[in-house]
């Protein structure tokens, strides 16, 4: 018991900090290591990035760009991170809803089919494909009989990149949803709400944060995705080349500067989307701060503890 490290609350601070007094010979190799770690594994690297994208200066940055095939696969990208993102949240909003509120027969069954991408290699994800859509696949004669392409075109790329995202989104949600359980959601169907207000205003502002951090994963993953992308995509030059294939392209053919100036382009996206995440954050928490000073100015003593400003309660209080 002596070895266990104490803590020591402030006195009327007990709800918002806790003190721990570990000995200064363990806290600061700690939080060295971690330091070092970082700058090891992320700072150096993206900086690494960044300067070799400049490295012929602003105008050699611009001119990687000017490429029309690195602008072919630019584009391709987004459109493929703006169809499989949107459908993987619809279906993780699904799967969640489902798997938190329901009792079903073939629940844990769900749960590991969800879980798939990630057990799966996504050069396996797209060889499936492959052996399904292509000329030799399961449909390969029903594609061919009505003009349809789907292997080394757009389609199969978007088709690969919503298999190896789709866990994102739902499994963000799904331990989430099951902690917070469904009294809110009772309440307000008790009270006479329909479903679309009980999701609208009782559901979605308590999963919110959760969603959109789930939203940031699945993007991020949709447009670095290269595995299965490069399965199916047959690396034709200004189609079927993504970003990452592109950055790929362009490193085997000795051009370093146009390489990483694509690459750097990932690197900022991932490093807006943070920033984004961030002020979203830091804006709902200034905003729930000033709920609480005013409640406390109204009625003193309700703040954090106090029940009237529940999703629940909007609800009650819209229909009242």
Known sequence: MANIPSIIRKPGAASKSTVFTDPLWLRIPLIVLVILFLLAFLVMPLLLVF???????????RQAFSDPDTAASIKLTLLAAAISVPVNVLFGL???WAIAK?????????????DLPFAVSPVIAGLIYVLLFGARGVFGHFVEDHHLKI??????IVLA????????????????MEAQGSDEEQAAIT?????????TRVTLPNIKWGLLYGVLLCNARAMGEFGAVSVVSGHVQGLTMTIPLQVQQLYDDSLYVPAFALA???????????????LFEWNEGRKARGREVEEDRLIPGA???STTGTPAAAVVGERG
């Open 51 to 61: 300067s070799e994208a400049f490295a012929e200066g602003i105008k050699g940055y």
């Open 161 to 176: 990149t919503t298999f190896v995202t789709f866990p994102f989104v739902a499994r963000e949600l799904i331990p989430l």
């Open 151 to 156: 292997i080394f075109a757009v389609p199969g």
């Open 303 to 305: 703040g954090a503890g």
């Open 191 to 199: 009270l006479g709400a329909n479903g679309w207000q009980t999701f």
């Open 264 to 278: 750097s382009v990932l690197a900022m996206l991932a490093l807006v989307t943070l920033v984004i995440k961030s």
């Open 94 to 96: 699904v799967a969640a």
């Open 102 to 114: 329901f009792q079903f027969l073939g629940k844990s069954f769900l749960l590991t089919l969800i």
